[in-house]
T-cell receptor, first 115, second 114 residues
């Protein structure tokens, strides 16, 4: 089935050690999003790609970067993870035909722990 | 600016009882409205959405929601709760034009008591 896949499901990193989270999609959607969801909180949009155009939210820390080498893949890089970056990271996709209605399809998430 | 308020961070119902999860929104322009469900350690799954047309929308798993513009509400209901409905529910709003961001409420955790 077409879907949004996030790897790994669980990631443990050390304080200050760079980490990369991966998202792939078989939906051929041109928009991909990264959200951060801390415990008992709402998902918070970090940034999104519309095709190759990168759109960063104003309050996203510089510590968070993203890469989208092609339509199918998008990566979230955390350059120097702090304890406060422990969270669930959700990837989502949307297509131009649905973007005005903002229908987003979510992956299962990667839960990041920082030791 | 858009915002979403979900009244009640925790709701408990008995199995077979009515489920009512409340959502009020604030938006300067006509919004699109969504309900997502999140099971433990899972991503978000779209339950239902309101974009245009009929204000009573039906979603998956027997859920429905009604858009009431005069009350700026989009409450989620289900006539009879099932144990499998236990999850976190998020209401979200986006604009009909311009930016494509989803603004989420803080969520309501539904517990179903046998």
């Amino acid at each position: 089935d077409a879907m949004v896949i996030q790897n790994p499901r669980y990631q443990v990193t050390q304080f200050g050690k760079p980490v990369t989270l991966s998202c792939s999609q078989t939906l051929n959607h041109n928009v991909m999003y990264w959200y951060q969801q801390k415990s008992s909180q709402a998902p918070k949009l970090l940034f999104h790609y519309y095709d190759k155009d990168f759109n960063n939210e104003a309050d996203t820390p510089d510590n968070f970067q993203s890469r989208r080498p092609n339509t199918s893949f998008c990566f979230l890089d955390i350059r120097s993870p702090g304890l406060g970056d422990a969270a669930m990271y959700l990837c989502a996709t949307s297509t131009a035909g649905q973007i005005a209605k903002n229908i987003q399809y979510f992956g299962a998430g990667t839960r990041l722990s920082v030791l | 600016a858009q915002s979403v308020t979900q009244l009640g961070s925790h709701v408990s119902v008995s199995e077979g009882a009515l489920v009512l999860l409340r959502c009020n929104y604030s938006s300067s322009v006509p919004p699109y409205l969504f309900w997502y469900v999140q099971y433990p350690n899972q991503g978000l799954q779209l339950l239902l959405k309101y974009t245009t047309g009929a204000t009573l929308v039906k979603g998956i798993n027997g859920f429905e929601a009604e858009f009431k513009k005069s009350e700026t509400s989009f409450h989620l209901t289900k006539p009879s709760a099932h144990m499998s409905d236990a999850a976190e529910y998020f209401c979200a709003v986006s604009l009909q034009t311009g930016a494509n961001n989803l603004f989420f409420g803080t969520g309501t955790r539904l517990t179903v008591i046998p």
